[in-house]
C-alpha cells in the first residue's frame, strides 16, 4: 500500500534531515537572525532577481497566508480569491480570523482572470461593502493547475490598474516552475507580485516556507505581526538550515530537482489513466491529479493506494484526488501505472 | 566564547534528531493524526495519570499560550497574570490580538497568589469592566522561580471559588520539576489546572510543546481552533516522534534529565557567583539566573559568556540574565564558574 | 421631488418624537435599565408570548447583527446567509471583523430553505474548514419578499436537525407582518426562532432596533458583549420611550400602523407600474419595490421621484428600488401612481 | 430626591430636542450625508479653525474610541493611556476586542505626562513587544482634572519626537473647556493633537459626539471604519441636527453655556463640601468631585442625592463621585450645598 493522499505525508528529504542534524549542536542566534537564514535568504534572492527583497521563514501555509493578508491589508479591506482557494475553502476561516473578508468568485481551473478580478472590484462601489485589496492566487493551483507568463503579467497589469496587491501562494510553486508547460523562473514570480511564498512543506522541507517580500508597506514591522501571530519560532535557525540544503545550486538546486521528480511520477501517471480511458476533471499539468472513475474502480484503487476523494459526478463517478510527493519511489510509480493500465476505466 | 543568552540556541537533542531522521521516509497520516502522536500522547497521558485528557502537540509557546486562552474564553473574558507574564511582556499582544483583555497584577518573585488573583477579580465588578476567567500562571516562571505544591493546590482553590480557569504556560516545566526545590510530579500538575503544556523547544527538541488539556470546553473541536490560527503542523508526526523520544522512559525519560543536567549546570553557576558575593534579583530556582553585577563585571562576562541584559539597578549595576540549556557542557559550566571565581563582585 | 430612496430619511414619527420630548427633563437610570426600557420590554414581550425572554434595546442593524452573530459563535464558527444577505453585502464586513466567515449561498427571492441551508452544512466536513452555527435570515428580505409559516417552520426544523441557531434580522419585520401576503404573529416569530429583532429605525423611531433573546447561551452577560462593541446607549432610557410609544396598543399598536401604511402606499403603486407594463424582478409584496425600468424611464422618474438604482438588465433596463416609508403622505403615492399611469413601460 | 450620578441621565436639552422636532418631518439624505450634518461640521471646524479638518459624527464614546484607535493602529501597534484612562477600565475591553494592547501607566490626578509617556515607550524595545503608537488622554479626565495649555503642548511635542499620535478623549470636553482654571480654546485643542472629539452624549445632546480629524490617515475611508463597526447611523442627520443647535453661535453657543452652568454648580458644592470640612481625593476642577466622606455621612448624602461610591479609604470613609449635568436646577445646586452645610465631615 503506498498513499496517493498528499505531497506531505514523508518527513524531510535526507539533504535536509542531514542538514538539520549537523546543525543541532551548534548554538545559533535565535529567531531567524543567525547565520543560516541569512545564507538561505540570500540564496533566494539570488534566483529571484532582487537582492532588495526580503525573506522571511515561516513554519507552515495558512500561518503564511494569514500573516500576508493581515498585514497588507486595513480593517476593512479584503482578499480576492478564486471560489477553490485555498484562503476560502481550507483554513477554517482564518483569514476571517483576522477580521478581512474574503471575495471570492468562481474560477475556471481554478484560476483568477483581470475579467474575474474586475467583476469582484466593480462590485465595491462603496462604504457599505468591503474595499477590495489585495489578489490572492495560488500556483500550481488546488487543482494543479498552472499559470503561465502572459496570464500572471496580466493579472499583474490588472492589479496596478485597480491598486490591489498581488500575493501568490507558492505551497506547490516547486511543481508550477518545474511542469511541462511552465515558462517562468522564480525572477519572473518576483518581478510580477508584491510577495509569494516558495513552499517547503510540500517540496522536501520537514517544515518550512519561504515569504519573500517585495512591497515595502509589507516589510515593514513584518516581525512584529509574525510574533504577534504566535509564528516567530524560537529556533528559527531550522529553517534557514533547510532552505540552505534546498537552495543550494542556483537553478540546479534541490528544490527544483524534487519538485521535477514528483512532476515526472504525476505525468506517467496521468498518461496511464488516459490511457486506459480514464478523464481528468482538472487539466493534469503537476502533480495533483483530479482523476474521474467509476465508483467500484476508485474503491478497487483506494484499497491498494489510499487518496482523497474530492467528491461525487454524476452517473456513479468519483473524483480521486492522486497527489506524488517528492519522495515516490519509480517502483511506486511503475506500479500504480500498471493498476491504471490493467483496471480500464470500463 | 560560550552563550548563556537562552536554552532554546541548540537544534534538538541527538535522540530527537535520530529519531526524525530515522522517521522521515515513512508515509504518515498528517495533521496529527497519525501513530506517533498517538503513542507520545499515550506515554505524556500515563505520566499525567489522566488517561481521559487529550493532548493535542503545537510548534511554540506563543501560538500555544493564544489559542487555549482565545478557545476558552468568549469575547468580553479575560486573562489574569503576573505582571511579569509572557502573555503581558513577550508576545507582541497575541493575546490583544485575539480579542482578550490580560489583567496583570505585579507578583512579587513572579508568582501568583489566591490575594492577587481576589485583587483582580474584585475590582471587576459589572458589564463595564471585562470578566476575569481565567488564570495565567508559568512554572517555572519568567523568573525562574517555581511554585510549590501548597501554592499551586491553594490557586486552584482559588480557581474553583471564582469560575476561574487555570492554564499553566510550561515553556519550562522540565526546569520546574527537576529543581531541588520541586514537590510535584506531573500528575499533580495535571489534577490542579485545568490545562497546561510540557515545553519542548526550552528542553531538547527541536519545537515542540505538548499541550494537555483536561477541561472538555477546551478539547472540544481544539482541532479547529488550531487550524484556524495556522497552527495546525502538516508533518504532524514530526512532533509525535519528537515527544515520543523524549517520554520514552516513564519517570525516567530524557525530558526529566536534560532538564535536570541543566539545572545542575545553573546551580553551580549560582554557588560560585553567591561564593564570589553577586546577589540575585530572584532567587534562583531553575535554569534562568538574575545576577546583579556591577556593570563593568557584566560587561567583562558578556564578552566570554554572552548573554541578555534585563535591565539595570542603582548604583551602576547590571542584571544579566544567564541561561543554561539541556546542550551545556560540563566543560562550559566550569568554565563559568571559574570566570565568577577569578571575578569577585566587588 | 418626493424620494423613494429608503425607508429612513424622515426623523421619528409625531408620537416617538412627542415621547422623546416629554421624557427629555426626566431623570432616569442610564444605560437602558430605567423604567421605560422595562416597559417597553414588557409590551413586547406580552406581544411575543414569552415572558422569559429578555429584550436588548439596540441602535441599529448592523451592530445588532454583528453583536448576535459575535455572542453565539465561537471563533471557528459560521453564519450562513443567502448571497443577498444583509451581513454579506452591504455591512463591509461587519461580520468578519468579529472573526467569523459568513458562509453565502445564492437564494431564490433572497430567501433560505432547508435544502440550501443543508447543502452549505453538507459541505463543511472537517476542522479545516469553518464550522457553520447559524442561520441569517431577514424578514422582509433585501428583496422585499416574505416568509410564510411554513417556510419559516420547515427553516427551524432544518436547524433544530443541524444544531444551528436561527436568527432573524427584523430591519423591516413591520413590513412583513402586516403585507397582504403575512400569516404570521410576534409570537410565531418568537416561537420559531432563537432570537429576532423588531426594526424600530426603518418604521417610526428616531433610532432603535429591538433584540428580542430566547436563548438563554446569547443572554448570559450579553450586556458585557454590548459594551465592548461601543453599543450601549448612554441614554438607553431614550431606547425604551421609543419602543413604548411604537408598542402601546397590544396588536393595535402604531408600530403595526405605520408598516401597513408603507406597505398600502406601495401595493397601490406596484399595481400602477404593473398596469402600466412595467415588470419586477423581486414579487412585490412589502414596501420595496423592485421595478425593471428601460434606462430612459428610470432617468425620468428619478428627476421627480429619486431612487437607488440597483444595476442594470440586459435590453438597456435599470433595476429601481422604490421604497416607501411610514411618513409616506397619500398625495405623494397618489403622484407616484400617476406618475407611472402616464409613462407607460413601452 | 436628586441623583447626582452622573451627567447623562437627562435627555437632551430643551433646544436640541425642538431642533430634532422640527426636523422630523423632513426627508434627509441617510447616512451622515446630508445638510444638517454639513453645518454643524462647519460651524466645529470654524471654531477649531482648521477648515481642512474633517468632522464625523457618532453615537457614543466607546464606540469613538475604539473606531480611532483601530482605524490609527496597524495590528501589532498599541494605545499608551493612564492607567484610570476609560479605555482601559470602563470599556469592557473595547480596545482589545479591536485587537489592540492598552499600555497603561499609573497616572496622578489622572493626567499623563511626556515622562510617564517615555517611561512606557522605552520599555517597549522589540518585535517580541507590541509597538505603542498612539497616546490617549481625556480632558477632563475621569477624575474631572483638566489639561493647561502647556502640558498638553508638552505631551504633543512628546509625541512628535516618538512617532505618536495624539488623540484626546473629550467625553467632557465641555467641562475642561469651561471651568475656572481652562486656558484653551477649541482651536488649541485642534491644533495640539491629532485627533480629539467634543462630547455632545455628557453635554446636552440626546446623543452624540463630533469627533474633529485632523490626521490624513484617519480620514482616508474613515467611514468604512465606521460601518463596519456598526457605527454609522441611517438616520445620521439626527446627529447633525442636534449638533447645529449646540453650536449654533461660535464661541457664544449652546454648547459652552451648558458646561458653564455645570461646572457652576460643581463649583459650588466643592465650596460648601470643603468649608464643612471634607476633602477630596482628586482637585475639584470640573463637573466631577470625589469627596472624600465617613461612610455614614456617605449613606446619609446618598438617601438624597444618590451618588456611585467610588471605593473605599482607610479610616471608614467612602470616596463619592458626585457628578452635575447640564439639566440641574439652580434650586438642587442651593440643596445639596445646604445639606453639607448642616452635615460637617466631622
Known amino acids: 500500500m503506498y ?56 513554519n507552515g501555509g495558512t500561518q503564511t497566508n494569514l500573516l500576508v493578508i493581515s498585514a497588507l491589508l486595513r480593517p476593512y479591506e479584503s482578499a480576492i480569491a478564486a471560489a477553490t482557494g485555498h484562503i476560502n475553502v481550507h483554513e477554517t476561516g482564518a483569514i476571517e480570523a483576522t477580521g478581512h473578508k474574503v471575495c471570492t468568485i468562481p474560477a475556471p481551473e481554478g484560476k483568477l482572470t483581470p475579467e474575474l478580478i474586475e467583476s469582484v472590484v466593480s462590485a465595491h462601489t462603496d462604504e457599505h461593502m468591503v ?15 498552472v499559470y503561465t ?9 490588472c492589479c496596478l490598474e ?22 517562468m523562473e522564480l525572477s519572473d514570480i518576483a518581478a510580477l507580485t508584491d510577495v509569494f511564498y516558495i513552499g517547503g512543506t510540500k517540496n522536501g522541507a520537514l517544515f518550512g516556507e519561504a515569504l519573500v517580500m517585495r512591497c ?23 529553517l534557514g538550515v533547510q532552505f540552505e540544503a534546498l537552495f543550494d545550486g542556483g537553478k540546479d538546486s534541490l528544490w527544483f530537482a524534487l519538485a521535477a521528480h514528483e512532476n515526472e511520477a504525476a505525468s506517467r501517471i496521468a498518461a496511464a489513466a488516459a490511457e486506459s480511458g480514464y478523464g481528468f476533471t482538472a487539466r493534469p499539468q503537476t502533480n495533483q491529479l483530479f482523476v474521474a472513475m467509476p465508483d467500484a474502480r476508485a474503491k478497487e484503487l483506494s484499497a491498494v493506494f489510499p487518496f482523497h476523494a474530492m467528491g461525487s459526478l454524476p452517473g ?4 480521486a484526488r492522486l497527489v506524488t510527493s517528492w519522495a515516490i519511489p519509480v517502483s511506486a510509480t511503475d506500479e500504480i501505472c500498471a493498476w491504471f493500465s490493467s483496471h480500464p476505466a470500463r
Open 149 to 157: 507568463k502572459d496570464e500572471l503579467a496580466a493579472i499583474r497589469g
Open 316 to 319: 456513479g463517478r468519483t473524483v
Open 216 to 238: 515595502p508597506e509589507l516589510r515593514r514591522d513584518f516581525r512584529y505581526m509574525v510574533k504577534q501571530r504566535g509564528a516567530l519560532t524560537a529556533k528559527g535557525f531550522a
Open 162 to 183: 485597480h491598486g490591489l496587491y498581488l500575493y501568490l501562494d507558492g505551497a506547490r510553486l516547486g511543481a508550477a516552475m518545474t511542469c511541462a508547460e511552465n515558462d
Open 131 to 145: 474595499k477590495p485589496r489585495l489578489v490572492y492566487i495560488s500556483d500550481s493551483t488546488e487543482l494543479g493547475t
Open 3 to 58: 498513499s496517493l493522499r498528499d505531497d506531505y505525508s514523508e518527513g524531510g528529504c535526507p539533504a535536509v534531515m542531514s542538514a538539520l542534524s549537523a546543525a543541532a549542536g551548534e548554538q545559533n542566534i535565535t529567531y531567524g537572525e543567525d547565520a543560516h537564514c541569512e545564507a538561505a535568504a540570500a540564496k533566494i534572492l539570488a534566483l529571484c532577481g532582487d537582492p532588495d527583497a526580503e525573506v522571511a521563514f515561516l
